[in-house]
């Protein structure tokens, strides 16, 4: 639990928010435009809800706008490939 | 193809007492099977409305033959009420949570709403609703008095195994079904139940379903006398009291007789559905055997699941002990005549092999490659015999099929359990071999994690062309060398074909033409290379020119072998240990062949070989190296024994001057400490500051021992030569048994357990000193004292429960781990999908490659390139 949360505690640590995707750990998230989408979903020959998920209330996805039904293109720093490229489908 | 199909929904519940006798064909009233004709009796047990088994019948029901008709239930009417095993705790909980006047769950209204509310959220999202549940009965029970009637409760004792004792009066199964029926349907979804497809009285039966004869088929014995199966007994026992039951009570029998008659009923009833309750005597057979009842068919590891279903037999396999053959080549099985003629693979006679086939048959099923038995095409199966053979031979046509026994060079599956990667089923060809045991190359025996000490190993003749294909394409062994876990070889020496190759190549021994004649007699080489050199005018060879004849031309190749000392600046060419290994043109030019080289999970040459020609290549290597091998260990000579693990007396002073200061240092630490001079280190205790720098001392004591030992001990001590060369051992395991076996510890602590303050009697409370702790100053070699020995032991069984508790873990977690992906694929496109076509990854592995065809993406390569590059231009 935050420390916010417990007011009845004398000291009150006040947590500044940030974008958790400034945090290193956090993999880049890319919105991608409809078109961009049916792209994907052409060069994989598979259908929307065949693609990983990712839930609308996930704080990336929330930072960076996504709507149920949009593609969130995610790129992962990876040992063996430099880079991963993964889609998700933003479902809620 | 079928299309699989999907399941939409299932639903558990509890069969109704109307669902019973809707699905019945039959009341059964006679504990009668069959009449003294042989025919079964009319609403006996053996009804032919139940099904048939018979052949030659048609089912009463469904009009099927036997095979086609899946069987009917029918169903007994009993004259009381009985509890059903499976439910008695449920039955006691709920008896617990609703009143015993109103039959309404005891908790308030706004409770049950709440809890209704959490139980149907849980439901919504698929998860459990144990915990809740639970919590609802315990909180009824609470309870003293009902919330809507007032009435007061009383306790409910459960005796095992069935018995429900109310203030001192026991329960019946009829009082019990009583207060359940009164319950109202909306209590009953507190309980966690729908009470559409699960009321609670319907856990106390009374209707009795007798299960079809097909899964209860009586066998006619030789004598012509019908055996009966365990259920149809107990179902017999359970007619019988039933009637016996309701003759007493309408000749209005004593209520004693009555009880007694119902316990009975109860009884039957139980042991029908399971007869390893405990409290219930196992319901046995005449000769005192228990019956294997309904649960009993399901439970276990030869039930229906695990017994049936996940497992079954499977023809045309054979299972026996292994033991080693270096002789075969490693892709071979050796099969022990007695497999060989059972086993067969099928033959179809054709225009072209009518001979060939015709004379498998002519030798009958006595003579080796032989034949057992003959498919005419019309699917008659002709048993072939000594007798018959000529007869048979002479009306084979086309179309007929053979099944010739195994023989020389057939394709097998061979498998040793656990198979926990795919290396565990190879397929191999036959060697038909005399003894009984399989026999196969130990070269073979990591991706196998096998050994000889008794192992058994399963093998498997495919019986199909598409089958064999599969198995030579995809399953022979040399297309296994690399693993797929780490992209290196798992097949490759181990133990003495390490230590040979080792022997072998290492220095430049002179080897005389007579002793290079004894290496290379296994071989076919027609000549010899230059000699090395002439002494006393006799030429002379050395053990690298011999294994360089095993070589492939052209393998271009430098590493640091196993035994390389880790110099703090590697010579490399100019190494003065030979560890070393250069590779040119398929000369071993310098440098020891040993583990790195030619080992299991190592083996840089094999390694190279697959990559640079072929996985048969790399077989054919492996097959000379083995050989090789052997007879460089033989013309070695090689042994260890007990006097390997002598060092000389000065050795063993030093190592009891570097013990003896250890202790003292030791007992340094321990009076700074008690003086309190001692610093802590940063982030412990003094206490840990203590134990860390007095377990450094002694481990520093210990390797300091072997370090000494070691010196004494050189290459020319067999001991060595194995740790050395990754044959076997290392030189920790020759520190122990000749220098010291050093601290022992429990959760990688110095021992403290034992008595008060103290490890054992014979040292004082509060001792911290070396030999309290478990420090075993003495060598395997010299033998422990008695508390040294005590120490070890504890130590010792650490690591055997240690063992014995990883296995189990870990076989679990990769059960888990297989069901979770067993249907996951890599596609062509390069993702990985499961069966409905979800992507789980978009490039397998995150880079798309394949470890066991990948090379190491290494400079070292680049330099190895250009090299072989610029000899061809040079040559050209």
Redesign the interface.
Known sequence: MSPSAAPSKKKVVLVTKFAVRDHEMVPDHVLLTPEEGVEVLKAFNIVAPQLPKIHINDPAAKEIGAKVGDIIKIVRKSTTAKHSVFYRLVID | MTVPKRIGKIRFGLISPQEFRKMSVVKIITADTYDDDGFPIEMGLMDPRLGVIDPGLRCRSCGGRPGECPGHFGHIDLIAPVIHVGFAKLIRKILRAVCRDCSRLMLKENEKNMYLEQIQTLERLGQMTDDTVNKVFSEARKNKTCPYCGAPQQEIKFERPLSYIEAGHKLTASDIRDRFEKAPDDDIQVMGMNPATARPEWMILTVLPVPPVTMRPSITLESGQRSEDDLTHKLVDIIRINQRFQENREAGAPQLIIEDLWELLQYHVTTFLDNTVSGVPPARHRSGRPLKTLSQRLKGKEGRFRGSLSGKRVNFSARTVISPDPNLSIGQVGVPMDIAMELSVPMIANTRNMEIVKTFVRRGPDRHPGVNYVTRPDQRRVKVTDKNCEEVAEQIDIGWKIDRQLADGDIVLFNRQPSLHRMSIMSHRVKVMPYKTFRLNPAVCPPYNADFDGDEMNMHVPQTEEARAEAEILMRVQENILSPRFGGPIIGGIHDYVTGSFLLTHLRKPIDRRGVMELVKKFEFSELPEPEGVVDGKPYWTGKQIFSLILPRGLDLSFKADFCYNCDVCKGEDCENDAYVVIEDGQLIMGTIDAEAVGAFKGKITDRIIKEYSPSVASEFLDRMTLLALRGIMYAGFSFGIDDEDIPAAAAEQIDDTTRTAREKSQQLIEAYNAGELESLPGRTLDETLEMRIMQTLGKARDTAGKIAGQYLGLDNSGVVMAVSGARGSMLNLTQMAACVGQQSVRGERIMRGYAGRTLPHFRRGDLGAEAHGFVESSYKDGLNPTEFFFHAIGGREGLVDTAIRTSQSGYLQRRLVNALQDLEVKY?G?V?ET?????Q??Y?????DASRRDYASTDNVKRIIKSVLKKKESA
Do not use: L
Request: proline share 0%; net charge negative; no cysteine.
């Open positions: 496109d993702t999908k409905r076509g979800m992507i789980v978009f490039q592995g995150e880079d798309g490659v």
